[in-house]
């Protein structure tokens, strides 16, 4: 497992579309048993290395219902985005994640996680690759016990998603609480 990990690590497949190069941010154990599987990282993490170090993970990890040191036990959680280096800006946010990445890496390394319970899917990008179909996020968010046991779809967790979250209060009223009730009894 950490061979492969430490080869997606060097991938510089689609450096060339890159504006800060590449910088693959992945994290996965054998014993990982949640897989968060996102966008791309944002432009802070790019700059730190460290996956969800920023706004949008403080309030994941308040979703989730977990500390910091629990988040970044990666026996707990694997992070395996859609794109694994950050693609740059877009009109609103970031650009979305590199097509590439996805197809190129997603199931040789799940393949090699053998204790997973659940995948978490973060946003549209993740939602519509492992759930394709006419279903939009929201629709897919409010849905989630269809898709359960294998997937759990949430919106991004951005400032950008303030609004989208604003509009939908029963997300943060009646899904989070059931979420996190869902991710202590994995690992606990």
């Given at each position: 497992?950490?061979?492969l990990?430490?080869e997606?690590r060097?991938?510089?497949?689609?450096?060339k579309h890159l504006?800060?190069?590449?910088r693959?941010i992945?994290e996965?154990?054998?014993?990982?048993k949640?897989?968060l599987?996102s966008q791309?990282?944002?432009?802070?993490?790019?700059?730190?290395?460290?996956?969800w170090?920023?706004?949008?993970?403080?309030?994941?990890r308040?979703?989730?219902g977990v500390?910091?040191t629990?988040f970044?036990?990666?026996?707990?959680?694997a992070?395996l985005?859609?794109?694994?280096?950050?693609?740059?800006?877009?009109k609103?946010?970031?650009a979305?994640?590199?097509?590439?990445c996805?197809?190129?890496w997603?199931d040789?390394?799940?393949s090699?996680?053998?204790?997973?319970?659940?995948k978490i899917?973060i946003?549209?990008?993740a939602a519509n690759y492992?759930?394709?179909?006419?279903?939009?996020?929201?629709e897919?968010?409010s849905?989630?016990q269809d898709?359960l046991?294998d997937?759990w779809?949430l919106?991004?967790p951005s400032p950008?998603?303030?609004f989208?979250?604003?509009k939908?209060?029963?997300?943060?009223q009646?899904?989070?609480?059931?979420?996190?009730a869902?991710?202590?009894?994995i690992?606990d």
């Open positions: 497992m950490q061979e990990l430490k997606a060097a991938c510089k497949f689609c450096e504006p800060l190069g590449a693959p992945v996965a154990t054998k014993k990982s949640i897989v599987i791309a990282p944002g432009r802070i993490v790019h700059q730190s290395g460290i996956a170090n920023d706004q949008s993970g403080k309030k994941l308040e979703w989730l500390k910091e629990t970044y036990d990666n026996n707990n959680f992070i985005p859609m794109g694994f280096c950050y693609p740059g800006k877009a609103n946010g970031d979305p994640p590199r097509k590439e996805a197809p190129m997603h040789t390394i799940l090699e996680l053998k204790n997973v319970q659940l899917l946003g549209a990008y492992y759930l394709p179909g006419k279903l939009n996020l929201t897919k968010v849905a989630y898709f046991p997937y779809c919106p991004h950008v998603n303030r989208w979250r604003s939908n209060p029963w997300f943060e009646e899904v989070v609480p059931k979420l996190q869902r991710i202590q009894r690992i």
